[in-house]
């Protein structure tokens, strides 16, 4: 609020400046974007904030996997360390990798989801538009 001088010029002045919240100086100084559409599938209430800010970096595709680590410059070995198959990548971790493969298999025929495992871009689509910000556990009830 020390900074209601600098302010002022973005309000009327029919506002009285010493009832200036600083809620208004953010909405008006702020840029405003549409929002994506995964939005409600991480930040729900009693989200775990760990699991969607990593969710949110897998995302974005921020994790730091060794290709991206490799395009840092920093020189690595870019094989995944799981199954020593395929260099260590978002889609890798998630889809290509035999490990992750069979969790997937396992996860989806345990929710009783027929649903073959894919790439990320078309994973994270099927969850925006399967889920909506509900639980697997609702899904799974509603498609029973």
């Known amino acids: 609020m020390s900074m209601r001088g600098e302010a002022r010029p973005l309000f009327d002045n029919a506002v009285d400046i010493s009832k200036l919240k600083t ?6 100084i702020r840029e405003k974007k549409v929002g994506v559409q995964w939005h409600k599938i991480l930040w729900f209430p009693l989200h775990i904030p760990k699991h969607a800010i990593i969710s949110w970096m897998t995302i974005l595709d ?43 298999e396992g996860i989806l025929r ?35």
């Open 23 to 28: 809620c208004w100086f953010w909405c008006a």
């Open 62 to 104: 921020r994790l730091p996997t060794k290709d991206r680590l490799l395009r840092m410059g920093l020189v690595i070995d870019t094989r995944c360390v799981l199954c020593g198959d395929g260099i260590d990548s978002r889609n890798h971790i998630f889809f290509d990798c035999v490990f992750s493969r069979l969790l997937w």
């Open 110 to 144: 345990f929710c009783n989801i027929h649903r073959a495992y894919s790439c990320w871009e078309k994973g994270l689509l099927w969850v925006i538009q399967h889920l909506k910000g509900k639980s697997l556990i609702v899904y799974i009830l509603k498609i029973s």
